[in-house]
Each structure stands twice: as structure tokens, then as C-alpha cells.
């Protein structure tokens, strides 16, 4: 268990909707990072959110936007959704910024969409 | 454009075998190197490399970073059927990219 846990766990929806995913990390963790994993494209960073603030942004696209609360959870939204953002949705936490990025992955969000 | 690129995708062996996963990369402003297992959910965390030549160790496992030629080794000695994973190498430059990843197979 590395301490940082996702809600919830198996998300299944149509196309054309929107879904929140939840994460929070680890105690005293201030960096939050998101990544999709799919079949096809491996993982692929999605964005990382330190103390608050936007740090650092890869391939995600504008119907998906983050944010993380003063609390330092941190919620993924996806919308109009389509057939290939079918994907696990992995959440990890790091103890501070970059560099000496020592990342801890929560359990994962399995969304379906159908 | 920033890569990773891990070799072989593939590779089966049988207990007590001594493995050599490849991991080069290309990415601006470097950071660090990780090295992760996935099993059947998270990936978990090996190891942290930032330092050229400096090996890491954790029992079987060892890596080393070699920040002139780019490329990284993860090393697994005496291998077990518990190794049976993906091994992962991410970079951290401007942002965090992942390699395909290595799919261990050890045989009994």
C-alpha cells in the first residue's frame, strides 16, 4: 500500500459525459502527478500539480482539467467523453518538487467508456 | 521531440538467470531517471537516478545512469518468478515520460 488512494476505483459511463476522479496523497506528499495508461500507449504523463499550483503539463487535452484543494487532494476532470479515453487513471505523490522526483502510484481508476 | 525508449520489449527467462534491461533517452533539461515495477496494478518504485556512474543496489536489483551516452541499465541477478513484471523507465525533464517498458517473464 504506498499510501496515496483514488476514488473510485471502476468508473464506467457513456460518451459525451464528464466524470471527476479523486486522488489523495500521501500524508505530507505536496506534489500530485496524473497519468493515463492505455493498451496502445503505455503511460503517458498527464499533468503535476505542486503545493496548489500547475508545475508541469504533457499530453493532456483541453476536455480534461485538474486542480489540487489547500488540502492537497487533487481531482482529474474528463469530459465529453469519447470511446478512447477508456483507461486506467493512475494518481502519484511525491514529497516535494522536481528534481529528486521518488513517485508513489495510487491503485488506479479504471474508466469504461461505452 | 523528448523520448524514452526501453529495449527489449520482451524478454523470457528461467530462474537464476541474470537479466539487463535497457533504458535510453533523450529529454531536455534532465532531472532524473526512475526505474519502476508493475505487476498486475501500480507501478512501484525501484530506484532514483541522478548521478552519472553512481550504481544503486536493493538486493538483486542494481542500476546505473550513464548521463554522456544517455541511457540507463536496470540489472537483475539470480532472477525469481516474483520478477515477472513490467520494468518501467521514466525520465524527468521539462515533464515526466515513460518508456513502453520491458515485460520480465521468468520461467521455473
Known amino acids: 500500500d504506498s499510501g496515496v488512494t483514488q476514488t473510485p476505483k471502476h468508473l464506467i459511463t457513456a460518451t459525451g459525459q464528464r466524470v471527476t476522479l479523486r486522488c489523495s496523497p500521501r500524508s505530507g506528499d505536496l506534489s500530485v502527478y496524473w497519468y493515463q495508461q492505455s493498451l496502445d500507449q503505455g503511460l503517458q504523463f498527464l499533468i503535476q500539480y505542486y503545493n496548489g499550483e500547475e508545475r508541469a503539463k504533457g499530453n493532456i487535452l483541453e476536455r480534461f482539467s485538474a486542480q489540487q484543494f489547500p488540502d492537497l487532494h487533487s481531482e482529474l476532470n474528463l469530459s465529453s467523453l469519447e470511446l478512447g479515453d477508456s483507461a486506467l487513471y493512475f494518481c502519484a505523490s511525491s514529497a516535494r518538487d522536481a528534481p529528486y522526483n521518488e513517485q508513489f502510484f495510487g491503485p488506479g481508476t479504471r474508466l469504461t467508456v461505452l | 521531440e523528448d523520448k524514452v525508449v526501453q529495449s527489449p520489449l520482451s524478454l523470457v527467462v528461467h530462474e537464476g538467470d541474470t537479466v539487463t534491461l535497457n533504458c535510453s533517452y533523450e529529454?531536455?533539461?534532465?532531472?532524473?531517471l526512475l526505474w519502476y515495477k508493475q505487476e498486475k496494478k501500480a507501478p512501484t518504485f525501484l530506484f532514483m537516478l541522478t548521478s552519472s556512474g553512481i550504481e544503486k543496489k536493493s538486493g538483486r536489483l542494481s542500476s546505473i545512469l550513464d548521463k554522456k551516452e544517455l541511457f540507463s541499465i536496470l540489472n537483475i541477478t539470480a532472477t525469481q518468478t516474483g520478477d515477472s513484471a513490467v520494468y518501467l523507465c521514466?525520465?524527468?525533464?521539462?515533464?515526466?515520460?515513460f518508456g513502453a517498458g520491458t515485460r520480465l517473464t521468468v520461467k521455473p
Open positions: 521514466a525520465v524527468e525533464g521539462n515533464d515526466m515520460r
Open positions: 529529454v531536455t533539461n534532465f532531472r532524473s
